[in-house]
C-alpha cells in the first residue's frame, strides 16, 4: 500500500591547559531523525537516505522568481556538511529526470535582497514522500508565503531559510512525517530561525547517511 506524508594565545606569554572534568554538553549532539511506528508485536522504523548510486541527487526547481537560486543554495549547503561526499545534488531543466521537484505552492514572491533583520515567519513549507518499499514517486516539496502583511525582503528571509529546511526533509532528516529538531539553532527546528545547518545539523546528517535505510529509492 502506498503512503503520502505530508584557541586563543596570550600576548607575549605562556599559554598552558590546566586538566579539568569535562563540562557535561547543555544538549544532546545530534537529534533523532528516524519515525517508528508500532503496531502490535512489530515495530517499523522508517529511515531513508540517498544511496551513492543515486548521486547527484537530480532537483528540478520552479523556474519562476528565484525558486532556482533558494534551491541551489540550499543544495549547497547540505552537501557542506558531509565529509565525504555521501551527498551531492544538482540542479536539471526536465521535471520528469528529477528526483526532488520544489514548487510555489500559491503566489510567487518577488526576488528582492533579503531582509536582515529579525526572523518574520512569513512563509513556509511541505515535503511529500509517496512510497511502500521504496519511493514510487519523486519526492515534492512546496514553498508558499503566509503573512501577508510581511515585506518581501521579510519573506525572502524566510524562503531562505525554509527551502534549506525542506530540502533536509528531502535528504531524508525526518522522514517521513516531518520528524523536527527541538532545538532552535538547528536549521530543521519546526520554525527555523536560522537560515544554515548548525553542527548539530551536520552531526544528525552524517549519521543519518552512515546508518542502514529502510526505504530506499526506486532502480
Known amino acids: 500500500m502506498n503512503l503520502r506524508l505530508a584557541v586563543a594565545l596570550a600576548a607575549g606569554g605562556l599559554g598552558v591547559a590546566a586538566c579539568t572534568d569535562p563540562t557535561i554538553p547543555g544538549r544532546p549532539g545530534i537529534y533523532s531523525f528516524a519515525d517508528t511506528v508500532i503496531i502490535g508485536p512489530d515495530t517499523t522504523v522508517y529511515l531513508f537516505h540517498w544511496p551513492p548510486s543515486r548521486l547527484p541527487v537530480r532537483f528540478w526547481a520552479d523556474p519562476r522568481s528565484n525558486m532556482r537560486f533558494l534551491v541551489g543554495r540550499g543544495v549547497a549547503a547540505w552537501e557542506d556538511q558531509v565529509l565525504y561526499g555521501e551527498f551531492r545534488g544538482a540542479l ?128
Open 92 to 219: 536539471v531543466g526536465d521535471s520528469g529526470s528529477a528526483d526532488v521537484i520544489v514548487r510555489w505552492s500559491d503566489s510567487v514572491p518577488p526576488d528582492v535582497p533579503p531582509d536582515t533583520g529579525a526572523p518574520v515567519f512569513a512563509c513556509g513549507g511541505v515535503t511529500t514522500f509517496t512510497f511502500d518499499s521504496a519511493l514510487t514517486e519523486p519526492v515534492r516539496v512546496s514553498l508558499s508565503v503566509f503573512n501577508s502583511g510581511a515585506t518581501a525582503g521579510q519573506v525572502q528571509a524566510c524562503m531562505r531559510r525554509v527551502a534549506t529546511h525542506e530540502l533536509g526533509h528531502a535528504l531524508g532528516l525526518g522522514f517521513p512525517s516531518g520528524r523536527h529538531s527541538p532545538f532552535n539553532e538547528d536549521i530543521m527546528y519546526p520554525s527555523p530561525l536560522v537560515d544554515y545547518p548548525s553542527r548539530f545539523d551536520r552531526r544528525s546528517v552524517e549519521l543519518l547517511y552512515h546508518s542502514q535505510p529502510t526505504v530506499g529509492p526506486p532502480p
